[in-house]
């Protein structure tokens, strides 16, 4: 298993930019893909990036341009540079993993709240 630990995020206006990191741990030579969820009040979780072992990224239509994810394999860590962030952004934001075997594990989330 996985266990994920994130850091970053707050109040911050728009326009402005914000960093979340996530470290894992554990059994991360099982890690295939790593990324970033948010959920906002009343919506769904939704996927915001991902890389994958291969170092392809996926981004959600809203945040392409603006946010970029990376990966650093040797300390199995993801970062998300989140760029002119929109009042839309606001979220709680889930550092997620998906295992080799198909197993998710989720960070604990971190908010980014961001002012107009």
């Known amino acids: 298993q996985v266990q994920l630990v994130e850091s970053g995020g707050g109040l911050v206006q728009a326009g402005g930019s914000a960093r979340l990191s996530c470290a894992a741990s554990g059994s991360t030579f099982n890690i295939n893909i790593m990324g970033w969820y948010r959920q906002a009040p009343g919506k769904q979780r939704e996927l915001v990036a991902r890389a994958t072992n291969f170092g392809t990224t996926d981004y959600a239509d809203s945040v392409k341009g603006r946010f970029t994810i990376s990966r650093d394999y040797a300390k199995d860590t993801v970062l998300l540079q989140m760029n002119s962030l929109k009042p839309e952004d606001t979220a709680v934001y889930y550092c997620?993993?998906?295992?080799?075997?198909?197993?998710?594990?989720w960070g604990q989330g971190t908010q980014v709240t961001v002012s107009s």
């Open positions: 997620h993993v998906l295992s080799k075997t198909g197993f998710n594990s």
